[in-house]
């Protein structure tokens, strides 16, 4: 199992910026890919970056351009820099760990974009 810490969230008015880390407790070389989901109040979780073993990313089309998700291996820890921020941005953001049919989820934190 991989315990997940997710931090920096907040509360910024909308077109700032937030930068989110996911503090991994072991090697994020051990798992296949990570990836950041978020979920808004009444709507379903939905996938807004991943980024694989080997660097490959992947952003949902409503983050394109804004975010940037990246790793540091040394650390144990992947990123998502949040720009241009939106009040539809609003939402419990959280880390996945996706490793051999499994995978781990932290606990979220609270982004919160104000008009």
């Known amino acids: 199992q991989v315990q997940l810490v997710e931090s920096g969230g907040g509360l910024v008015q909308a077109g700032g910026s937030l930068s989110l880390s996911c503090s991994a407790s072991r090697s994020i070389l051990s798992v296949n890919a990570m990836g950041w989901y978020r979920q808004a109040p009444g709507k379903e979780r939905e996938r807004v970056a991943t980024i694989t073993r080997t660097g490959g990313t992947n952003l949902a089309d409503s983050v394109k351009g804004r975010f940037t998700i990246y790793r540091d291996n040394a650390k144990n820890t992947v990123y998502l820099q949040m720009n241009s921020l939106k009040p539809e941005d609003t939402a419990v953001y959280y880390c996945?760990?996706?490793?051999?049919?499994?995978?781990?989820w932290g606990k979220g934190t609270l982004v919160t974009v104000s008009l």
């Open positions: 996945k760990a996706d490793r051999e049919g499994m995978s781990d």
